[in-house]
Protein backbone atom coordinates (compact mmCIF):
# COMPACT_ATOMS: atom_id res chain seq x y z
CA UNK A 1 0.00 0.00 0.00
CA UNK A 2 0.71 3.35 -0.44
CA UNK A 3 2.68 4.82 2.61
CA UNK A 4 1.65 8.51 3.49
CA UNK A 5 3.98 10.23 6.13
CA UNK A 6 0.71 11.22 9.02
CA UNK A 7 3.78 13.40 10.24
CA UNK A 8 5.60 16.95 9.61
CA UNK A 9 9.38 17.33 10.04
CA UNK A 10 10.68 20.37 11.61
CA UNK A 11 11.23 22.45 8.25
CA UNK A 12 13.62 24.79 6.84
CA UNK A 13 12.47 27.97 5.76
CA UNK A 14 14.23 29.74 2.80
CA UNK A 15 13.47 33.52 2.67
CA UNK A 16 13.98 34.78 -1.01
CA UNK A 17 12.86 38.90 -0.18
CA UNK A 18 11.09 40.99 2.48
CA UNK A 19 11.08 44.27 0.16
CA UNK A 20 8.79 47.08 2.02
CA UNK A 21 7.94 50.41 0.23
CA UNK A 22 10.29 53.45 0.60
CA UNK A 23 8.31 56.32 1.31
CA UNK A 24 4.33 55.30 2.15
CA UNK A 25 3.07 58.79 -0.10
CA UNK A 26 5.30 57.44 -3.32
CA UNK A 27 3.11 57.96 -6.38
CA UNK A 28 1.50 54.37 -7.34
CA UNK A 29 1.75 53.21 -11.11
CA UNK A 30 0.04 50.35 -12.97
CA UNK A 31 -0.13 49.14 -15.98
CA UNK A 32 -1.74 46.08 -18.10
CA UNK A 33 -1.45 44.09 -20.91
CA UNK A 34 -3.01 40.71 -22.25
CA UNK A 35 -1.42 39.01 -25.27
CA UNK A 36 -2.51 35.76 -27.02
CA UNK A 37 -1.51 32.12 -26.45
CA UNK A 38 -3.73 29.97 -28.73
CA UNK A 39 -1.35 27.60 -30.46
CA UNK A 40 -0.81 28.41 -34.05
CA UNK A 41 -0.27 24.40 -34.39
CA UNK A 42 -3.43 22.91 -36.28
CA UNK A 43 -4.86 19.59 -33.87
CA UNK A 44 -2.35 20.42 -31.23
CA UNK A 45 -2.68 18.60 -28.00
CA UNK A 46 -5.93 19.32 -25.79
CA UNK A 47 -6.54 18.05 -22.41
CA UNK A 48 -9.11 15.88 -23.22
CA UNK A 49 -7.24 15.06 -26.91
CA UNK A 50 -6.20 16.57 -30.27
CA UNK A 51 -7.83 20.04 -30.31
CA UNK A 52 -10.30 20.82 -33.05
CA UNK A 53 -10.17 24.40 -33.06
CA UNK A 54 -10.47 27.77 -31.07
CA UNK A 55 -13.72 28.38 -30.20
CA UNK A 56 -12.76 32.12 -28.04
CA UNK A 57 -9.20 33.31 -27.38
CA UNK A 58 -6.50 32.43 -24.89
CA UNK A 59 -4.48 34.68 -23.23
CA UNK A 60 -1.78 35.32 -20.83
CA UNK A 61 -3.09 38.66 -18.83
CA UNK A 62 -0.46 41.08 -16.45
CA UNK A 63 -1.15 43.57 -14.33
CA UNK A 64 2.39 45.50 -12.67
CA UNK A 65 1.75 48.05 -10.30
CA UNK A 66 4.78 50.01 -9.15
CA UNK A 67 5.49 52.37 -5.94
CA UNK A 68 8.88 54.17 -5.21
CA UNK A 69 11.26 50.78 -5.72
CA UNK A 70 9.07 48.21 -5.41
CA UNK A 71 7.45 46.38 -7.97
CA UNK A 72 4.79 43.39 -8.35
CA UNK A 73 3.79 41.50 -11.60
CA UNK A 74 0.58 39.15 -11.99
CA UNK A 75 0.15 37.28 -14.31
CA UNK A 76 -2.26 34.91 -15.02
CA UNK A 77 -2.84 32.53 -18.02
CA UNK A 78 -5.52 30.36 -19.89
CA UNK A 79 -4.33 27.33 -19.15
CA UNK A 80 -4.71 24.33 -16.52
CA UNK A 81 -1.94 25.25 -14.49
CA UNK A 82 1.35 26.19 -14.15
CA UNK A 83 4.52 23.78 -14.67
CA UNK A 84 7.32 24.78 -12.36
CA UNK A 85 9.90 24.58 -15.42
CA UNK A 86 7.03 27.14 -17.55
CA UNK A 87 6.96 29.46 -14.54
CA UNK A 88 11.13 29.83 -13.49
CA UNK A 89 11.85 30.64 -17.21
CA UNK A 90 8.85 33.09 -17.86
CA UNK A 91 10.07 34.78 -14.38
CA UNK A 92 13.68 34.75 -15.04
CA UNK A 93 12.97 36.31 -18.69
CA UNK A 94 10.68 38.54 -16.86
CA UNK A 95 13.61 39.80 -14.51
CA UNK A 96 15.95 40.08 -17.49
CA UNK A 97 13.92 42.22 -19.65
CA UNK A 98 11.73 44.16 -17.19
CA UNK A 99 13.72 44.12 -14.08
CA UNK A 100 11.34 43.15 -11.81
CA UNK A 101 12.94 40.71 -9.25
CA UNK A 102 11.75 37.21 -9.45
CA UNK A 103 10.56 36.64 -6.09
CA UNK A 104 8.03 40.06 -7.02
CA UNK A 105 6.32 37.93 -9.94
CA UNK A 106 3.34 35.54 -9.34
CA UNK A 107 1.90 33.50 -12.23
CA UNK A 108 -1.07 31.21 -12.14
CA UNK A 109 -3.38 29.18 -14.51
CA UNK A 110 -7.28 30.01 -14.53
CA UNK A 111 -7.67 26.26 -14.80
CA UNK A 112 -9.17 26.01 -17.41
CA UNK A 113 -10.02 22.15 -18.94
CA UNK A 114 -10.28 23.64 -22.44
CA UNK A 115 -6.54 24.63 -22.98
CA UNK A 116 -3.77 23.45 -24.44
CA UNK A 117 -1.91 20.24 -23.01
CA UNK A 118 1.32 21.83 -23.45
CA UNK A 119 3.25 19.63 -21.33
CA UNK A 120 3.53 15.60 -20.63
CA UNK A 121 2.04 16.22 -16.77
CA UNK A 122 -1.25 16.79 -18.77
CA UNK A 123 -1.52 14.95 -21.79
CA UNK A 124 -0.89 12.09 -19.49
CA UNK A 125 -4.39 12.81 -17.52
CA UNK A 126 -6.36 11.31 -20.52
CA UNK A 127 -3.92 9.65 -22.82
CA UNK A 128 -1.93 6.10 -23.25
CA UNK A 129 0.83 5.43 -20.48
CA UNK A 130 3.88 7.68 -21.71
CA UNK A 131 7.67 7.47 -21.95
CA UNK A 132 9.33 9.01 -19.13
CA UNK A 133 8.42 13.06 -19.73
CA UNK A 134 12.32 14.17 -19.78
CA UNK A 135 13.08 11.39 -22.33
CA UNK A 136 10.66 12.32 -24.75
CA UNK A 137 7.84 14.56 -26.32
CA UNK A 138 5.35 13.27 -28.21
CA UNK A 139 3.26 16.72 -29.25
CA UNK A 140 4.59 15.46 -33.29
CA UNK A 141 8.11 16.35 -34.04
CA UNK A 142 9.66 19.54 -32.31
CA UNK A 143 7.22 21.41 -29.37
CA UNK A 144 7.96 25.08 -29.74
CA UNK A 145 4.99 26.06 -27.88
CA UNK A 146 6.52 25.89 -24.59
CA UNK A 147 9.14 28.14 -25.68
CA UNK A 148 6.08 30.15 -27.17
CA UNK A 149 4.31 30.55 -23.65
CA UNK A 150 7.49 31.54 -21.60
CA UNK A 151 7.72 34.77 -24.56
CA UNK A 152 4.56 35.22 -24.57
CA UNK A 153 4.22 36.28 -20.98
CA UNK A 154 7.14 37.74 -20.67
CA UNK A 155 5.64 40.25 -23.38
CA UNK A 156 2.64 40.38 -21.64
CA UNK A 157 4.32 42.10 -18.01
CA UNK A 158 6.55 43.61 -20.74
CA UNK A 159 3.65 45.53 -22.30
CA UNK A 160 1.78 46.10 -18.67
CA UNK A 161 4.95 47.62 -17.51
CA UNK A 162 5.50 49.82 -20.52
CA UNK A 163 1.89 50.98 -20.22
CA UNK A 164 2.51 51.58 -16.29
CA UNK A 165 0.76 55.38 -15.50
CA UNK A 166 -0.65 57.06 -12.44
CA UNK A 167 -3.06 55.22 -11.53
CA UNK A 168 -5.96 54.59 -8.05
CA UNK A 169 -6.85 51.35 -6.69
CA UNK A 170 -10.67 51.04 -5.97
CA UNK A 171 -11.89 47.51 -4.53
CA UNK A 172 -15.48 46.38 -4.58
CA UNK A 173 -16.20 42.90 -2.15
CA UNK A 174 -19.19 40.90 -3.04
CA UNK A 175 -21.56 37.36 -2.06
CA UNK A 176 -21.93 35.31 -5.13
CA UNK A 177 -24.20 32.40 -4.44
CA UNK A 178 -25.82 29.61 -6.89
CA UNK A 179 -22.52 29.32 -8.94
CA UNK A 180 -20.28 27.32 -6.33
CA UNK A 181 -20.85 23.84 -4.70
CA UNK A 182 -18.77 21.47 -2.71
CA UNK A 183 -18.19 18.56 -4.58
CA UNK A 184 -17.48 16.02 -2.01
CA UNK A 185 -20.16 13.69 -0.51
CA UNK A 186 -20.55 11.65 2.51
CA UNK A 187 -22.56 8.62 1.12
CA UNK A 188 -24.92 6.37 3.21
CA UNK A 189 -22.38 3.73 2.67
CA UNK A 190 -19.57 5.35 4.19
CA UNK A 191 -17.35 6.61 1.34
CA UNK A 192 -16.69 10.41 0.47
CA UNK A 193 -17.40 10.87 -3.31
CA UNK A 194 -16.35 13.38 -5.60
CA UNK A 195 -19.41 14.29 -8.49
CA UNK A 196 -22.23 11.59 -7.16
CA UNK A 197 -24.62 12.68 -9.42
CA UNK A 198 -27.39 14.88 -9.34
CA UNK A 199 -29.95 13.46 -7.39
CA UNK A 200 -28.06 10.80 -6.28
CA UNK A 201 -30.03 9.53 -2.93
CA UNK A 202 -27.43 7.83 -1.45
CA UNK A 203 -25.99 11.39 -0.52
CA UNK A 204 -25.87 11.67 3.36
CA UNK A 205 -24.59 15.84 3.17
CA UNK A 206 -21.62 17.35 1.66
CA UNK A 207 -17.67 16.75 3.27
CA UNK A 208 -16.95 20.77 3.00
CA UNK A 209 -18.30 24.46 2.86
CA UNK A 210 -17.95 26.67 -0.34
CA UNK A 211 -16.58 30.37 0.19
CA UNK A 212 -19.22 32.95 -1.59
CA UNK A 213 -16.58 35.85 -1.19
CA UNK A 214 -15.95 37.43 -4.87
CA UNK A 215 -13.38 40.41 -4.75
CA UNK A 216 -12.45 42.90 -7.61
CA UNK A 217 -9.49 44.74 -7.82
CA UNK A 218 -9.78 48.54 -10.53
CA UNK A 219 -7.24 49.74 -12.01
CA UNK A 220 -8.13 53.59 -12.87
CA UNK A 221 -6.10 56.34 -14.44
CA UNK A 222 -5.65 59.19 -12.53
CA UNK A 223 -4.39 60.92 -15.87
CA UNK A 224 -7.83 60.52 -17.73
CA UNK A 225 -10.22 58.53 -15.27
CA UNK A 226 -10.84 55.83 -17.25
CA UNK A 227 -10.94 52.90 -15.47
CA UNK A 228 -7.81 50.68 -17.14
CA UNK A 229 -8.83 47.06 -15.97
CA UNK A 230 -9.89 44.98 -13.10
CA UNK A 231 -8.50 41.83 -10.76
CA UNK A 232 -10.99 39.01 -9.64
CA UNK A 233 -10.91 36.80 -7.21
CA UNK A 234 -13.59 33.64 -6.75
CA UNK A 235 -13.55 30.12 -5.80
CA UNK A 236 -14.36 28.12 -8.56
CA UNK A 237 -13.41 25.28 -11.23
CA UNK A 238 -13.03 26.40 -14.01
CA UNK A 239 -14.06 23.39 -15.80
CA UNK A 240 -17.51 24.38 -17.47
CA UNK A 241 -17.71 24.45 -20.95
CA UNK A 242 -16.48 21.35 -22.22
CA UNK A 243 -15.43 19.65 -25.54
CA UNK A 244 -12.10 19.86 -27.90
CA UNK A 245 -12.21 23.74 -28.50
CA UNK A 246 -9.68 25.68 -26.56
CA UNK A 247 -11.80 28.34 -24.67
CA UNK A 248 -11.10 29.93 -21.61
CA UNK A 249 -13.78 28.67 -20.08
CA UNK A 250 -15.75 31.30 -17.52
CA UNK A 251 -12.82 33.62 -16.92
CA UNK A 252 -13.14 34.60 -20.71
CA UNK A 253 -16.71 35.18 -20.92
CA UNK A 254 -16.48 37.51 -17.77
CA UNK A 255 -14.14 39.10 -19.53
CA UNK A 256 -16.11 39.71 -22.69
CA UNK A 257 -18.84 40.92 -20.63
CA UNK A 258 -16.77 43.68 -18.69
CA UNK A 259 -15.27 44.80 -22.08
CA UNK A 260 -18.86 44.87 -22.87
CA UNK A 261 -19.13 47.25 -19.84
CA UNK A 262 -16.54 49.51 -20.45
CA UNK A 263 -14.64 49.43 -23.31
CA UNK A 264 -12.88 47.33 -25.79
CA UNK A 265 -9.20 47.91 -24.18
CA UNK A 266 -10.56 47.01 -20.89
CA UNK A 267 -8.27 44.22 -19.35
CA UNK A 268 -10.01 41.76 -17.38
CA UNK A 269 -7.61 38.89 -14.98
CA UNK A 270 -9.32 36.22 -13.36
CA UNK A 271 -7.65 34.64 -10.52
CA UNK A 272 -9.08 31.69 -8.92
CA UNK A 273 -9.54 31.17 -4.97
CA UNK A 274 -9.36 27.84 -3.01
CA UNK A 275 -11.46 25.63 -5.60
CA UNK A 276 -9.59 22.24 -5.09
CA UNK A 277 -12.97 20.64 -4.18
CA UNK A 278 -15.64 23.38 -5.58
CA UNK A 279 -17.47 22.97 -8.51
CA UNK A 280 -20.19 24.68 -10.30
CA UNK A 281 -23.20 21.49 -10.02
CA UNK A 282 -25.88 21.73 -7.44
CA UNK A 283 -26.79 18.17 -6.88
CA UNK A 284 -29.89 18.75 -5.48
CA UNK A 285 -31.15 19.68 -9.03
CA UNK A 286 -32.88 22.71 -7.15
CA UNK A 287 -30.58 24.88 -9.72
CA UNK A 288 -29.35 24.09 -12.89
CA UNK A 289 -26.04 23.55 -14.05
CA UNK A 290 -25.21 26.89 -15.48
CA UNK A 291 -23.14 27.95 -18.27
CA UNK A 292 -19.90 28.90 -18.81
CA UNK A 293 -21.35 31.91 -20.62
CA UNK A 294 -24.00 32.18 -17.86
CA UNK A 295 -21.64 31.86 -15.15
CA UNK A 296 -19.01 34.58 -16.84
CA UNK A 297 -22.92 37.06 -16.63
CA UNK A 298 -23.53 36.23 -12.63
CA UNK A 299 -19.30 37.35 -11.94
CA UNK A 300 -19.87 40.24 -14.55
CA UNK A 301 -22.91 41.76 -13.33
CA UNK A 302 -21.47 41.26 -9.88
CA UNK A 303 -18.53 43.53 -10.95
CA UNK A 304 -20.41 46.14 -12.84
CA UNK A 305 -22.88 46.53 -9.93
CA UNK A 306 -20.42 47.05 -7.40
CA UNK A 307 -18.30 49.70 -9.75
CA UNK A 308 -19.72 52.72 -8.56
CA UNK A 309 -19.48 51.89 -5.01
CA UNK A 310 -15.68 50.45 -5.35
CA UNK A 311 -13.46 51.68 -2.18
CA UNK A 312 -10.29 53.91 -3.05
CA UNK A 313 -7.53 52.10 -1.41
CA UNK A 314 -6.49 54.90 0.71
CA UNK A 315 -2.96 54.39 2.19
CA UNK A 316 -0.75 53.20 -0.58
CA UNK A 317 2.46 51.20 0.29
CA UNK A 318 3.44 47.48 -1.22
CA UNK A 319 5.18 45.23 0.05
CA UNK A 320 6.17 41.43 -0.98
CA UNK A 321 7.28 38.38 0.13
CA UNK A 322 8.51 34.92 -1.04
CA UNK A 323 8.99 31.83 1.46
CA UNK A 324 10.22 28.00 0.04
CA UNK A 325 9.06 25.65 2.33
CA UNK A 326 9.69 21.49 2.31
CA UNK A 327 6.48 19.78 2.43
CA UNK A 328 6.47 15.86 2.50
CA UNK A 329 5.49 13.95 -0.05
CA UNK A 330 3.59 10.70 -0.28
CA UNK A 331 6.00 7.73 -0.32
CA UNK A 332 5.53 4.53 -2.72
CA UNK A 333 6.67 1.20 -3.23
CA UNK A 334 8.98 -0.72 -5.71
CA UNK A 335 6.46 -2.90 -6.50
CA UNK A 336 3.89 -0.20 -6.88
CA UNK A 337 5.95 1.54 -9.13
CA UNK A 338 6.10 -1.50 -11.18
CA UNK A 339 2.38 -1.71 -11.26
CA UNK A 340 2.07 1.62 -12.41
CA UNK A 341 4.47 1.79 -14.94
CA UNK A 342 2.46 -1.33 -17.14
CA UNK A 343 -1.91 -0.66 -17.74
CA UNK A 344 -3.00 -3.44 -19.81
CA UNK A 345 -3.81 -6.65 -18.22
CA UNK A 346 -2.47 -5.95 -14.73
CA UNK A 347 -4.36 -6.46 -11.45
CA UNK A 348 -5.78 -3.73 -9.45
CA UNK A 349 -3.36 -3.23 -6.05
CA UNK A 350 -6.85 -1.45 -4.73
CA UNK A 351 -10.41 -1.47 -4.36
CA UNK A 352 -11.28 1.23 -6.36
CA UNK A 353 -13.09 2.07 -9.33
CA UNK A 354 -10.94 1.83 -13.23
CA UNK A 355 -10.90 5.70 -12.70
CA UNK A 356 -9.43 5.87 -9.70
CA UNK A 357 -6.73 2.89 -10.49
CA UNK A 358 -6.09 5.35 -13.61
CA UNK A 359 -5.36 7.82 -11.24
CA UNK A 360 -3.45 6.05 -8.55
CA UNK A 361 -0.85 5.02 -11.18
CA UNK A 362 -0.66 8.46 -12.83
CA UNK A 363 -0.14 9.41 -9.19
CA UNK A 364 2.74 6.73 -8.64
CA UNK A 365 4.69 7.63 -11.84
CA UNK A 366 4.34 11.63 -11.00
CA UNK A 367 5.82 11.15 -7.24
CA UNK A 368 8.89 8.87 -8.78
CA UNK A 369 9.25 11.44 -11.82
CA UNK A 370 9.27 14.34 -8.73
CA UNK A 371 12.51 12.23 -7.04
CA UNK A 372 14.22 12.38 -10.18
CA UNK A 373 13.39 16.35 -10.80
CA UNK A 374 12.72 18.77 -8.26
CA UNK A 375 12.32 16.73 -4.73
CA UNK A 376 14.84 16.67 -1.94
CA UNK A 377 15.91 12.60 -0.62
CA UNK A 378 15.66 12.27 2.87
CA UNK A 379 18.68 12.70 5.11
CA UNK A 380 17.44 10.63 7.71
CA UNK A 381 16.24 7.13 7.83
CA UNK A 382 11.96 6.76 7.58
CA UNK A 383 12.10 10.37 6.49
CA UNK A 384 10.07 11.53 3.58
CA UNK A 385 11.12 12.46 0.03
CA UNK A 386 10.51 16.34 0.53
CA UNK A 387 9.37 19.03 -2.17
CA UNK A 388 10.37 22.69 -2.31
CA UNK A 389 6.98 24.83 -2.62
CA UNK A 390 7.09 28.38 -2.80
CA UNK A 391 4.46 31.00 -0.80
CA UNK A 392 4.16 34.42 -1.61
CA UNK A 393 2.59 37.20 -0.28
CA UNK A 394 1.65 40.98 -1.58
CA UNK A 395 0.60 43.37 0.32
CA UNK A 396 -1.19 46.49 -1.17
CA UNK A 397 -2.46 49.52 1.12
CA UNK A 398 -2.86 49.04 5.01
CA UNK A 399 -6.32 46.26 4.45
CA UNK A 400 -5.05 44.17 1.22
CA UNK A 401 -3.08 41.27 1.38
CA UNK A 402 -2.80 38.64 -2.06
CA UNK A 403 -1.51 34.91 -1.17
CA UNK A 404 -0.15 32.87 -3.67
CA UNK A 405 -0.44 28.69 -3.02
CA UNK A 406 0.52 26.00 -5.20
CA UNK A 407 -1.87 23.26 -5.88
CA UNK A 408 -5.36 22.68 -5.92
CA UNK A 409 -6.16 24.28 -2.87
CA UNK A 410 -9.28 22.73 -0.99
CA UNK A 411 -11.52 25.34 -0.06
CA UNK A 412 -11.28 25.06 3.84
CA UNK A 413 -7.61 25.97 3.71
CA UNK A 414 -8.61 29.04 1.68
CA UNK A 415 -10.92 30.13 4.73
CA UNK A 416 -8.62 29.43 7.50
CA UNK A 417 -5.84 31.93 5.74
CA UNK A 418 -8.81 34.42 5.36
CA UNK A 419 -10.46 34.09 8.56
CA UNK A 420 -6.99 34.56 10.23
CA UNK A 421 -5.09 37.31 8.27
CA UNK A 422 -4.87 40.21 9.99
CA UNK A 423 -5.59 41.91 6.67
CA UNK A 424 -8.85 42.92 6.55
CA UNK A 425 -9.13 41.79 2.93
CA UNK A 426 -7.39 38.56 2.23
CA UNK A 427 -7.38 36.67 -1.60
CA UNK A 428 -6.01 33.65 -1.81
CA UNK A 429 -4.77 32.28 -6.01
CA UNK A 430 -4.16 28.80 -6.13
CA UNK A 431 -2.25 26.98 -8.88
CA UNK A 432 0.75 29.33 -8.57
CA UNK A 433 4.23 28.49 -9.81
CA UNK A 434 4.13 24.85 -9.51
CA UNK A 435 1.94 21.55 -10.72
CA UNK A 436 1.70 19.62 -7.50
CA UNK A 437 -2.14 18.71 -8.38
CA UNK A 438 -4.53 18.36 -5.32
CA UNK A 439 -4.04 20.25 -1.12
CA UNK A 440 -6.55 18.27 0.54
CA UNK A 441 -7.41 19.13 4.42
CA UNK A 442 -6.02 16.21 6.58
CA UNK A 443 -10.02 15.83 7.57
CA UNK A 444 -10.32 15.01 3.65
CA UNK A 445 -7.25 12.53 3.62
CA UNK A 446 -8.77 10.53 6.29
CA UNK A 447 -12.46 10.49 4.64
CA UNK A 448 -10.83 9.44 1.15
CA UNK A 449 -11.59 9.79 -2.38
CA UNK A 450 -10.75 11.42 -5.82
CA UNK A 451 -8.98 14.52 -4.19
CA UNK A 452 -6.84 12.41 -1.98
CA UNK A 453 -5.67 9.78 -4.44
CA UNK A 454 -4.59 12.30 -6.76
CA UNK A 455 -2.71 14.81 -4.45
CA UNK A 456 0.78 14.28 -4.33
CA UNK A 457 1.45 15.93 -0.93
CA UNK A 458 1.54 14.00 2.27
CA UNK A 459 -1.53 14.73 4.90
CA UNK A 460 0.05 17.84 7.12
CA UNK A 461 0.90 19.54 3.81
CA UNK A 462 -1.79 22.04 3.07
CA UNK A 463 -1.80 22.94 7.23
CA UNK A 464 2.13 23.68 6.54
CA UNK A 465 1.13 26.23 3.60
CA UNK A 466 -1.65 27.71 5.63
CA UNK A 467 0.74 28.36 8.97
CA UNK A 468 3.54 29.32 6.69
CA UNK A 469 1.20 31.50 4.99
CA UNK A 470 -0.34 33.22 7.96
CA UNK A 471 3.12 33.53 9.42
CA UNK A 472 4.22 35.93 6.38
CA UNK A 473 0.89 37.91 6.57
CA UNK A 474 1.74 38.37 10.88
CA UNK A 475 5.09 39.63 9.90
CA UNK A 476 4.51 41.60 7.18
CA UNK A 477 1.33 43.28 8.55
CA UNK A 478 3.50 44.05 11.83
Known amino acids: MIGICMFLLPLVFMMFSSKHAHGQNAPLKGGMAEVNINPTKAGYPHYRGASTGNHDPLFAKAVVIQQADVVLALVVCDLLWIERDLSTRARMLVEEQSGIPFQNIIITATHTHTSPAYHPNIRELTGELRPP????????????????????????????????????????????????????????????VTNPGVGNQSIVKATGPIDTGSGT??????????????????????????????????????????????KEEFVSLFTPGASGNINHIDVTGKLSRPSSQEIGKVMAASVGKGFQNAQTIPSMQLKARSKVIYAPLQDFTKEELEWANQEDGIPPLYQESSFLERRRRLKIRSLERMRRTEAVPPTVGGLPWMIPLEIQTFVIGDDFAIVGLPGEIFVELGLAIKENSPFKHTWIIELTNSHIAYVPTEEAFAGGGYETVNSRLAPG??????????GMLRELYE
Do not use: C, W
Not at 147 to 161: G, R, S
Not at 223 to 237: C, K, P, Q
Open 461 to 470: GGELMVATAL
Open 133 to 192: FDQAMDTGGDDTYPDELVNQIAKAVKAAYQNMESVQLGMINDEITGLAFNRRFQMKDGRV
Open 217 to 262: LFLKSLEDSRTIGSITNFSLHADTFGGSEFSADFPGFLAQQLQTLF
